[in-house]
């Protein structure tokens, strides 16, 4: 097979413009991460109490914000299902990150090792751990339980792993990255929500912005490289992804817990506009960036189309 050299891909561009160095977009992120890295355990007070009148996460994220359902909730209710709901985000940011480790691994599985390339790569995995670890010690500083994705999901991101492409892997990497990247932005100058929520969140937002970077740069490439075949399947397995990622959002046994019917709560959520445009705002970066460089097309399109995430 017809490789593409480092030279020729300097000459090759797409709707955004022409493609950049490899080494020198990783010389930069390797230098941002030398200057605005952190350490969770340090740098956030996890001895400190939660405080009393401050939500987990901004109400206006939380799922059944403006429902009827909403409506009739106390105040105390509403706040616990979003400590619930924040706890519930944090478990798929794990599962999110754990996933995108193994991907990250075998993407440079065959790279040169002394490359800056693969450097980054390996300093973004080192970036993820960190943050696995912190997302964790907040579920349990919450005292919400873990919630993990249904099992089937769970096990149909065994096979993604194992069989997703290149330019999947990165369009998927997108997907887990910068919806919630949105959201955090909104949460940690929030004053109305926890300090240590807030702190969590602008160590992610600082250091996710690097990985998008990364991975928008390397599916830009791979998008303009890789054979037709397999960018047709990036565009299929993204779709899928955006489906189970809308569907594992949340997981309905957040209701449950707090004391709501889960079927009501479920239900008014699809039915809400608000809710809608919450996870479509989210979004509508990365499904723009999609549709410039050629993902969105086709049996793809209507999958997004089809988890709320894409209008």
Same mark, same amino acid.
């Given at each position: 097979?017809?490789? #593409?050299?480092?030279?020729?891909?300097?000459?090759?561009?797409?709707?955004?413009?022409?493609?950049?160095?490899?080494?020198? #977009?990783?010389?930069?992120?390797?230098?941002?991460?030398?200057?605005?890295?952190?350490?969770?355990?340090?740098? *956030?007070?996890?001895?400190?109490?939660?405080?009393?009148?401050?939500?987990?996460?901004?109400?206006?994220?939380?799922?059944?914000?403006?429902?009827?359902?909403?409506?009739?909730?106390?105040?105390?209710?509403?706040?616990?299902?979003?400590?619930?709901?924040?706890?519930?985000? /944090?478990?798929?940011?794990?599962?999110?990150?754990?996933?995108?480790?193994? *991907?990250?691994?075998?993407?440079?599985?065959?790279?040169? #090792?002394?490359?800056?390339?693969?450097?980054?790569?390996?300093?973004?995995?080192?970036?993820?751990?960190?943050?696995?670890?912190?997302?964790?010690?907040?579920?349990?500083?919450?005292?919400?339980?873990?919630?993990?994705?249904?099992?089937?999901?769970?096990?149909?991101?065994?096979?993604?792993?194992?069989?997703?492409?290149?330019?999947?892997?990165?369009?998927?990497?997108?997907?887990?990255?910068?919806?919630?990247?949105?959201?955090?932005?909104?949460?940690?100058?929030?004053?109305?929500?926890?300090? *240590?929520?807030?702190?969590?969140?602008?160590?992610?937002?600082?250091?996710?912005?690097?990985?998008?970077?990364?991975?928008?740069?390397?599916?830009?490439?791979?998008?303009?490289?890789?054979?037709?075949?397999?960018?047709?399947?990036?565009?299929?397995?993204?779709?899928?992804? /955006?489906?189970?990622?809308?569907?594992?959002? #949340?997981?309905?046994?957040?209701?449950?817990?707090?004391?709501?019917?889960?079927?009501? /709560?479920?239900?008014?959520?699809?039915?809400?506009?608000?809710?809608?445009?919450?996870?479509?705002?989210?979004?509508?970066? *990365?499904?723009?960036?999609?549709?410039?460089?050629?993902?969105?097309?086709?049996?793809?399109?209507?999958?997004?189309?089809?988890?709320?995430?894409?209008?």
């Amino acid at each position: 097979m017809t490789t #593409v050299s480092e030279r020729d891909i300097r000459l090759l561009r797409d709707a955004l413009g022409p493609l950049r160095d490899r080494e020198q #977009v990783a010389e930069r992120l390797l230098e941002s991460s030398a200057k605005h890295s952190f350490d969770p355990d340090k740098e *956030l007070d996890w001895d400190a109490p939660p405080e009393d009148g401050k939500w987990f996460w901004p109400p206006e994220l939380v799922s059944l914000y403006d429902t009827p359902l909403w409506r009739r909730m106390s105040e105390e209710q509403r706040m616990d299902l979003a400590r619930h709901e924040a706890a519930s985000l /944090a478990s798929l940011g794990i599962w999110f990150e754990i996933i995108l480790m193994q *991907l990250l691994v075998r993407h440079i599985y065959d790279k040169s #090792v002394t490359s800056n390339h693969v450097r980054y790569a390996l300093t973004e995995i080192a970036d993820e751990c960190r943050h696995s670890m912190m997302f964790a010690r907040m579920i349990q500083k919450g005292g919400a339980p873990a919630y993990p994705v249904p099992r089937v999901y769970h096990n149909m991101a065994r096979v993604l792993k194992t069989v997703s492409t290149t330019p999947g892997s990165f369009a998927a990497t997108l997907l887990g990255e910068e919806i919630l990247d949105w959201m955090q932005r909104l949460t940690f100058p929030d004053e109305r929500v926890q300090t *240590l929520v807030r702190g969590v969140t602008r160590i992610h937002v600082v250091e996710e912005a690097r990985h998008v970077r990364y991975a928008r740069e390397e599916l830009r490439r791979q998008m303009v490289t890789a054979p037709r075949w397999e960018q047709e399947f990036t565009r299929i397995s993204c779709g899928e992804a /955006a489906r189970v990622f809308s569907v594992c959002f #949340v997981n309905p046994r957040v209701y449950e817990n707090v004391g709501l019917d889960r079927r009501e /709560a479920v239900a008014q959520v699809k039915a809400s506009g608000h809710r809608r445009e919450v996870m479509q705002s989210g979004a509508r970066r *990365l499904t723009d960036f999609l549709d410039d460089i050629g993902v969105l097309r086709g049996p793809g399109r209507r999958l997004w189309k089809s988890s709320g995430l894409l209008a």
